[in-house]
């Protein structure tokens, strides 16, 4: 299942990827179904008969589809924005499930978080407790409260998605984070329920995650001797996956090696993954439009580009690139870029590739399904991708292509 050649041809499941093109066009992103349920599934398994909240992270991948599933299945939300809360309800979601978390929550997202009944609002500064005590107040709400901890400790990865070293703008000091809690807690409009962290993305190894885990154990008991006691503990998201040849450590080890440094603590454990749950469950579909070949460099140009897929532009980020025809032995290869047909010289979205490929060829960029459509634009016009979820032998449309009306439909000359 997932993504695989049966008789030469790439699928999605069941269903060949070259009918999706014709069905739906290119450029296309599609999911699978199975995908998303298996490795939801991984981390059910590792928390059985635990006290405990799979929390996807909706940042990686917000169509509502791809949250109905996970809804379904009975995940919570780790949300940024009163954006994903909308996206989270109108997928059906739990509002008593989800977490708000963000370093610039609006007084209107908070708001919005209180009224809908958040599980709790990871607070990530002092200014924020101020303000979700006067929002609450206002309200005549009680609101449920963790701080998000920074621990001061190096994931081990790429330093735009490192997010738990003292440099960074996320979470409060780890030397504050008693003292905010005290304060919090002598506040009437608000209610301390836990405890969180997250020290990064893209996490290989578990000894990092194990050595936030620790520190956040022995903060939960400091806050415990103070009289401070907590329904959960949330360790965060940041299992990675493998792009090209890494082998990140199964997510049992991440748990296991987590809950072996929380011992005897009653709290929920919250995790919140969302690349591990989506990434390897969506590929981006795209057609060769011209081959250009030059004196130094050939290039494949194809009809996706940096605003579909930004990661290789943002972060010298690994796709594979797959032929949705499997190549035949003995046909001629050349060493491309693959590149999209924005007015930028980073709108690349694989290099050096060895490929066999002609225009009008199909090529699947492969693990595209975190942090792909939900990090796209419209740059150069260009409207967004379809999306679309396969189960089994069965495609559906979850998101129609953009049309280049909808491009300005809010845009307004004035006239003077
Ligand atoms: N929890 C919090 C508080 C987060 O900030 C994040 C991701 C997650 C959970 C989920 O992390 P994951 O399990 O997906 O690694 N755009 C980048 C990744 C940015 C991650 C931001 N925070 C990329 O394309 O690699």
């Not at 066009?25 to 999911?31: I, K, Q």
């Not at 960074?168 to 809690?181: D, N």
């Not at 949705?324 to 693959?338: H, I, K, L, P």
């Amino acid at each position: 299942m997932d993504f695989a050649y049966r008789n030469g041809a790439l699928c999605a499941d069941l269903v060949p990827l070259a009918d999706i093109a014709r069905r739906f066009g290119t450029p296309c992103y599609v999911y699978s179904r199975t995908a998303i349920e298996r490795n939801y599934g991984e981390f059910s398994r590792a928390l059985a008969g635990r006290n405990a909240l799979v929390a996807y992270s909706v940042k990686a991948n917000s169509n509502l589809a791809v949250l109905a599933v996970l809804a379904l299945l009975g995940a919570g939300f780790d949300i940024v924005s009163g954006g994903e809360l909308s996206r989270v309800l109108a997928a059906g979601g739990d509002a008593r499930k989800i977490l708000f978390s963000g370093v610039g929550k609006t007084e209107d997202e908070i708001a919005g978080a209180l009224r809908a009944g958040v599980l709790c609002l990871n607070l990530e500064s002092a200014d924020e407790l101020q303000r979700v005590a006067t929002v609450a107040g206002r309200l005549g709400k009680r609101a449920p409260i963790a701080f998000r901890v920074n621990p001061d400790v190096d994931a081990k990865t790429h330093p735009y998605i490192s997010t738990g070293l003292k440099q960074s703008k996320f979470g409060v000091p780890y030397a504050e984070a008693e003292r905010l809690y005290r304060d919090a807690s002598s506040i009437e409009q608000v209610k301390v329920v836990g405890i969180g962290c997250h020290i990064g993305s893209l996490m290989s190894s578990p000894g990092p995650f194990i050595d936030a885990a620790a520190r956040i154990h022995a903060l939960a008991e400091r806050l415990q001797r103070a009289g401070i006691n907590l329904s959960h503990i949330d360790l965060g998201g940041g299992f990675g996956v493998r792009y090209r040849d890494e082998t990140p450590a199964p997510i049992a080890e991440f748990i296991d090696g987590a809950l072996g440094v929380l011992p005897g603590r009653k709290e929920m454990l919250i995790l919140d993954p969302g690349r591990s749950i989506v990434g390897n469950a969506g590929i981006l579909l795209t057609r060769v439009e011209y081959v250009k070949r030059t004196d130094a460099k050939n290039f494949l140009v194809v009809d996706a580009a940096m605003n579909d897929l930004l990661r290789p532009a943002l972060y010298g980020a690994w796709h594979e690139v797959r032929p949705v025809r499997e190549a035949e032995s003995g046909a001629a290869t050349a060493v491309y870029d693959v590149v999209g047909p924005v007015c930028e010289s980073a709108d690349f979205l694989a290099r050096d590739r060895t490929l066999a490929a002609h225009p009008g060829d199909l090529l699947a960029v492969m693990s595209a399904g975190a942090y792909a459509m939900s990090m796209s634009s419209n740059y150069n016009s260009r409207p967004r991708a379809a999306e679309v979820m396969v189960s089994g032998a069965d495609a559906r449309l979850v998101r129609r292509r953009e049309s280049t009306e909808e491009l300005y439909a809010a845009e307004e000359v004035p006239t003077w």
